[in-house]
């Protein structure tokens, strides 16, 4: 992700923010767990392959992981596989699309990108910055969260159709021109039926000192989707949520919002190991994966089916 202009300031007054009521309707269905221990184990089986970034063999072994990991509980899974051109070579790029829940008009997308920087060029030391990183938290924290949702809509299918897109490409150029790249293939190229209400981007959420604020972009795009979860996530009482306006992120979201799709970014910015070798598991937590994976799983389960 890009960041630009960094700032805080206050979201809501305290005379904007609304109580919501929580009933639990006749036809909602039953809330599976979701297992954060068994979250941070996907976390390390994606870092188990080392840097993944596209063009690598950890690369191609990681993706028919994921794919045939998703296999096992989703509806169907479509590996979307596309060529990038950049930088005098050819890159080959996979998005991942696995679909849950029975077939209705209303859709909920869920995103990551699974791949990891080709560099380090934020590391403290000069002499490493071509190296790849681990990208624990930035790449397998967002995926792992996905996975255990995945096994967890297996175990009681979702009220409604929900999508989940690994994106390709997100972290690999030095510019934005050669970053979110599956995101950007995918929304030129998403088909009718997976076009959602909204959609949700994970990013960097497995930092064990979590500190989520609201992304700016996010707001100015789907303020009422910024509001739902948030106020969500006060119902629920995750102090990692703050109700203040963070940082402006040109992530994968961007692509989906150039779309048409409201889409929000969850996300950690506050990560001294961003784009470092420092990006590695025991900067994680199952804790912080759990919060997320938590949230979502209300959010499906009843918030949205109320």
């Known amino acids: 992700m890009k960041l630009a202009n960094p700032y805080y300031k206050s979201f809501f007054s305290i005379s904007f923010i609304f109580c919501l009521i929580f009933t639990l309707s006749p036809n909602s269905s039953a809330k599976p767990a979701f297992d954060e221990n068994r979250a941070y184990e996907y976390l390390k089986k994606q870092c188990a392959f080392g840097p993944r970034p596209p063009g690598s063999e950890s690369h191609k072994k990681t993706r028919d992981y994921l794919a045939s990991e998703l296999k ?46 080709p560099f380090a060029d934020r590391d403290p030391n000069p002499e490493k910055l071509n190296i790849p990183i681990i990208g624990a938290n930035d790449g397998a924290s967002g995926v792992a969260v996905l996975l255990e949702l995945a096994r967890a809509f297996y175990k009681e299918k979702p009220p409604f159709r929900v999508i989940i897109v690994l994106f390709d ?13 599956g995101s950007k293939y995918f929304a030129q190229n998403i088909r009718t039926e997976w076009i959602p209400e909204y959609g949700i981007l994970l990013d960097m959420i497995g930092d064990k000192n979590l500190d989520i604020y609201i992304e700016q972009n996010s707001l100015e795009n789907a303020p009422e989707i910024v509001k739902k979860v948030w106020e969500l996530a006060k119902r629920l009482g995750f102090k990692e949520f703050h109700n203040k306006i963070g940082y402006n992120i040109v992530d994968d979201h961007i692509q989906l919002i150039k779309k048409g799709i409201p889409c929000i970014d969850i996300i950690d910015f506050d990560y001294p190991y961003w784009h470092t070798l420092g990006d590695t598991i025991d900067k994680c937590s199952p804790k912080s994966l759990g919060i997320i994976g938590r949230l979502l799983i209300e959010l499906i389960y009843q918030y949205e089916n109320d």
């Open 72 to 117: 096992k509980y989703a509806n169907s899974v479509i590996l979307q596989d596309f060529t990038y051109k950049g930088n005098g070579k050819d890159i080959k790029l996979t998005n991942i699309i696995a679909v849950f829940g029975p077939e209705t008009k209303k859709k909920l997308m869920l995103c990551a990108h699974w791949d990891t920087r």
């Open 169 to 181: 490409g997100e972290d690999y150029g030095k510019s934005t021109q050669d970053m979110f790249l």
